[in-house]
């Protein structure tokens, strides 16, 4: 199992800039792709973005593309999602995820991750 520990969210203003960070701790050798998804009250998980482990490879949800960006650090063991532009919309509590192995699931799959965050709350205002 991997434990994810987010942190980074906050109120930010419309157009205005955040960085939310996802520490990864234990079985992190398994780790082949981690990912950002975001939720509003009443509603489904939603894909934010997704790195594979090996930094080879990122996918956006086309909502944040241009606007978001995810990197990793595989010394700290940690995956960023850098937010510029953001927008009203934006406003959700943000999860990292982590999945494990051999996985043929899409990466904007919720369901193909195997290990969540508490997740961090994320408010955009006028």
């Known amino acids: 199992q991997v434990q994810l520990v987010e942190s980074g969210g906050g109120l930010v203003q419309a157009g205005g800039s955040l960085r939310l960070s996802c520490a990864a701790s234990g079985r992190i050798f398994s780790t082949s792709a981690m990912g950002w998804f975001r939720q509003t009250p009443g509603k489904e998980r939603d894909f934010v973005a997704a790195?594979?482990?090996?930094?080879?490879?990122?996918y956006y949800a086309d909502s944040v593309k241009g606007r978001f960006t995810i990197s990793r650090d595989i010394v700290n063991n940690t995956v960023d999602l850098q937010m510029k532009s953001v927008k009203l919309e934006d406003t959700a509590v943000y999860y990292c995820?982590?999945?494990?192995?051999?996985?043929?699931?899409?990466?904007?799959?919720?369901?193909?991750?195997?290990?969540w965050g508490q997740g961090t709350q994320v408010t955009v205002s006028l």
């Open positions: 995820a982590a999945r494990r192995g051999i996985n043929n699931g899409g990466y904007d799959d919720s369901y193909s991750y195997d290990d």
């Open positions: 790195i594979r482990w090996s930094g080879t490879r990122t």
